[in-house]
């Protein structure tokens, strides 16, 4: 991708620096969390996912704590991970601003969300949540909060190198905050309370619109210009590499379709490549489409 280093959003808040207190449940998980759970199903036979409460997907709702306000001194970082802080901080900013411009098509207004750089653990609206979590969006404090290491993991054991691969992480996140101003969000969870057995189900199609909204940015980065090649190849890639299928298939040898939370990697390469292709938010109602 084409960008300047040496900015800093306005919108990110590093807390870095930041410790916390001891792990409570109450949010919701990102990739690695998801690993840990898939792993307990398949070894106990018992879907641990429903002891969450929505699933295992979607954007985070339950408040255990009051998020930390403010930022603390950042201990002292690698040249390397201070430039990644800067291109997350330019991506929340271009995706951001895509949106303002996009908002209006979905009946409403774009309100810039933040975004928390964190390390190892974080107190967040929606509960403690620790770097295994993965990067995820609170719907109660409306922020995206993302452990940078977990980019060595989605390099490493996913197979999905690349800054627009990075980029699409943070697309996707911001895709539930366009999910929870458009009331997307809150009506799937009052689906979920009313029929638990479609929770996981509902997850899904959650997870899919917010890829094809990431796509619907990388359309609009593509024809401002900003994308080089091999940048697309590198964001197909991630919406593939994190499927429900191919992280059982890792972590627990076989497909489980019952627990599957976030869509398989056909599903989330197509809704992403959707988005992409097209541009338009009208083509991204996963909920509407019997071709998921």
Not at 40 to 54: E, I, N, P, R, T
Not at 149 to 161: E, H, I, K, M, V
Not at 190 to 212: F, H, K, T, W
Request: overall charge negative.
């Amino acid at each position: 991708m084409r960008w300047i280093p040496g900015g800093r959003s306005t919108n990110v808040e590093d807390r870095r620096g930041e410790s916390t207190g001891p792990r409570r449940a109450g949010m919701n998980l990102g990739i690695g969390g998801m690993l840990v759970l898939l792993v307990l199903s398949a070894v106990f036979h018992k879907d641990f996912f429903a002891l969450l409460g929505q699933g295992g997907g979607g954007p985070a709702t339950t408040a255990d704590s009051d998020s930390g306000s403010g930022s603390l001194p950042v201990p002292e970082t690698s040249a390397q991970e201070e430039q990644l802080a800067q291109f997350v901080s330019f991506v929340l900013d271009d995706v951001q601003q895509t949106w303002v411009g996009l908002a209006p098509q979905l009946g409403t207004q774009y309100e810039p969300a933040k975004l928390v750089l964190f390390r190892d653990a974080i107190d967040s609206g929606c509960g403690i949540a620790d770097a295994a979590s993965g990067p995820f969006y609170c719907t109660l404090d409306q922020k995206v909060y993302v452990d940078l290491g977990f980019y060595d993991q989605l390099r490493d054991r996913f197979g999905a190198p690349g800054d627009f691969a990075q980029a699409y992480v943070i697309a996707h996140e911001l895709g539930h905050h366009v999910q929870d101003l458009t009331g997307v969000s809150s009506r799937v969870q009052e689906a979920m309370r009313a029929n638990p057995g479609d929770a996981n189900e509902l997850s899904v199609r959650l997870e899919l619109q917010a890829d094809c909204y990431a796509g619907v940015w990388g359309h609009a980065a593509g024809a401002r210009g900003i994308l080089e090649s091999g940048d697309l190849e590198e964001g197909l890639n991630a919406a593939a590499a994190i499927g429900d299928d191919r992280i059982q298939k890792m972590t627990a040898g076989h497909v489980m379709p019952e627990a599957f939370t976030h869509g398989t990697s056909a599903q989330r390469l197509e809704w992403f490549r959707r988005g992409l292709e097209t541009g338009r938010c009208e083509e991204c109602d996963t909920f509407q489409s019997a071709g998921r």
